[in-house]
């Protein structure tokens, strides 16, 4: 079992790609020893880790130095960081670490707890950013007893610019985890703290458990409703001004017919939370709550300042903010929702919508609580579930994907 440092710990962080490789760098400057895995081949990001491996650590432009949503042709230098490790290897870069960070897509989560759970150790804090109820997948396969937690969103924002080179353009004031069961939420919180000042129990850093932190990911909203608008915008720059590529923020986010979507979907997401005995904060509340310390503002004014910041793109309707968002996000929402005997009408229109311009199915595909092993549960033992005695339930779950 490692040993809990109480000020600088061993941080293994796994994904190599914008924010894991962003946090990597955070975690290192401030202290931490840092190794850094990649577990996809060929897929992505892969020159960067190359680079990475030969200069045995990373270089970052933080242009949070210069003030939030900064995102300056004036870039700040850039200054390096060694890290511990970097490698393919799981087992040594698990081994002997007190936190393991994964930011990977939530569409592998089942795929990967196959091949890391069993190098979890006891007391370690794991942390799924973002979770979407993943943690329940790598708990199935552990042969140890760690500290599952789920965040909301990434500590920073971020973009790898070049090989072995990340640019962070903002960190969030205050970040929420929830932990896996959610007995276990002071002792990891007591972890958490060390790692980044977002992680702050003083700030109101905590969800009740799993299902709240998933349903508070804001790509949830933004990301679907954001990328559907889009997808007009999308065809009529291909066909007639193919140098020109619309902004999901700038442009789709700017439309009334956006809104008024992003409106019935929180409040429907709203419902669920209610029922899952969860406060129901508006998506725009959570989004000042993460991203400014005076929370006094108007909420739809933070908005449109991180809105105006915001890079073009997506480039095409076939992304991770449809391909991911919607059938791990929306569809978890829908089948909560079911089990909770709630009418979710817009989410469900969505998702049937985003899936038939693809030609895919993702209520077939996404994160229901069937595939969770947890269809057969009432809502009582749903909410005991996460909160105190999830190894029971998972070894009697018979339909677990």
């Given at each position: 079992?490692?040993k809990?440092?109480?000020?600088?710990?061993?941080?293994?962080?796994?994904g190599?790609?914008n924010?894991?490789?962003?946090?990597?760098?955070?975690?290192?400057?401030?202290?931490?020893?840092?190794?850094?895995?990649?577990?996809?081949?060929r897929?992505?990001?892969?020159?960067?880790?190359?680079?990475?491996?030969?200069n045995?650590?990373?270089?970052?432009?933080?242009?949070?130095?210069?003030?939030?949503?900064?995102?300056?042709?004036?870039?700040?230098?850039?200054?390096?960081?060694?890290?511990e490790?970097?490698?393919?290897?799981?087992?040594?870069?698990?081994?002997?670490?007190?936190?393991?960070?994964?930011?990977?897509?939530?569409?592998?989560?089942?795929d990967?707890a196959?091949?890391?759970a069993?190098?979890?150790?006891?007391?370690?804090?794991?942390?799924?950013?973002?979770?979407?109820?993943?943690?329940?997948?790598?708990?199935?396969?552990?042969?140890?007893?760690?500290?599952?937690?789920?965040?909301?969103?990434?500590?920073?924002d971020?973009?790898?610019?070049?090989?072995g080179?990340?640019?962070?353009?903002?960190?969030?004031?205050?970040?929420?985890?929830?932990?896996?069961?959610?007995?276990?939420?002071?002792?990891?919180?007591?972890?958490?703290?060390?790692?980044?000042?977002?992680?702050?129990?003083?700030?109101?850093?905590?969800?009740?458990?799993?299902?709240?932190?998933?349903?508070?990911n804001p790509?949830?909203?933004?990301?679907?409703?954001?990328?559907?608008?889009?997808?007009?915008?999308?065809?009529?720059?291909?066909?007639?001004?193919?140098?020109?590529?619309?902004?999901?923020?700038?442009?789709?986010?700017?439309?009334?017919?956006?809104?008024?979507?992003?409106?019935?979907?929180?409040?429907?997401?709203?419902a669920?939370?209610?029922?899952?005995?969860?406060?129901?904060?508006p998506?725009?509340?959570?989004?000042?709550?993460?991203?400014?310390?005076?929370?006094?503002q108007?909420?739809?004014?933070?908005?449109?300042?991180?809105?105006?910041?915001?890079?073009?793109?997506?480039?095409?309707?076939?992304?991770?903010?449809?391909?991911?968002?919607?059938?791990?996000?929306?569809?978890?929402?829908?089948?909560?929702a079911?089990?909770?005997?709630?009418?979710?009408?817009?989410?469900?229109r969505?998702?049937?919508?985003?899936?038939?311009l693809?030609g895919?199915?993702?209520?077939?595909?996404?994160?229901t609580?069937?595939?969770?092993?947890?269809?057969?549960?009432?809502?009582?033992?749903l909410?005991?579930?996460v909160?105190?005695?999830?190894?029971?339930?998972m070894?009697?779950?018979?339909?677990?994907?």
């Open positions: 079992m490692p809990i440092l109480r000020e600088k710990m061993r941080i293994t962080i796994i190599a790609g924010a894991g490789s962003a946090c990597a760098f955070m975690a290192a400057e401030a202290g931490h020893k840092v190794s850094l895995l990649k577990t996809s081949n897929v992505t990001h892969d020159e960067h880790f190359d680079v990475m491996v030969a045995k650590g990373i270089y970052c432009i933080d242009n949070t130095r210069r003030g939030n949503f900064t995102d300056s042709s004036e870039d700040v230098e850039k200054t390096f960081q060694p890290l490790l970097i490698t393919r290897d799981p087992e040594k870069a698990i081994e002997g670490a007190n936190v393991v960070m994964i930011f990977i897509q939530t569409t592998y989560h089942p990967l196959k091949k890391i069993k190098y979890f150790q006891d007391d370690q804090l794991v942390i799924l950013i973002p979770g979407y109820a993943g943690s329940i997948f790598y708990n199935k396969y552990c042969n140890n007893n760690p500290i599952f937690a789920e965040g909301e969103s990434t500590p920073n971020a973009r790898v610019v070049e090989p080179t990340v640019k962070v353009l903002f960190k969030n004031v205050r970040n929420t985890l929830s932990f896996f069961p959610a007995v276990k939420t002071a002792r990891g919180m007591s972890i958490a703290t060390n790692l980044f000042p977002a992680y702050d129990i003083d700030k109101k850093s905590v969800r009740k458990h799993i299902f709240e932190s998933a349903l508070h790509n949830i909203i933004v990301h679907t409703v954001g990328l559907y608008v889009m997808y007009p915008m999308l065809e009529y720059c291909a066909k007639h001004h193919p140098d020109e590529v619309p902004y999901m923020y700038r442009d789709a986010l700017s439309t009334d017919m956006a809104w008024l979507m992003i409106e019935k979907l929180d409040t429907e997401k709203m669920v939370l209610s029922a899952l005995g969860c406060e129901p904060t998506y725009l509340e959570v989004c000042l709550f993460r991203n400014e310390e005076d929370l006094t108007d909420p739809k004014e933070v908005f449109e300042s991180y809105k105006i910041s915001s890079p073009p793109g997506p480039y095409s309707f076939n992304n991770r903010y449809v391909t991911e968002d919607v059938p791990m996000g929306l569809v978890l929402l829908s089948s909560l079911e089990k909770l005997g709630i009418k979710v009408p817009e989410c469900n969505l998702i049937e919508m985003c899936g038939g693809l895919r199915d993702f209520f077939k595909e996404g994160r609580l069937t595939a969770l092993g947890l269809g057969d549960l009432s809502k009582d033992e909410l005991q579930f909160e105190v005695e999830h190894n029971h339930v070894q009697n779950a018979d339909n677990f994907t």
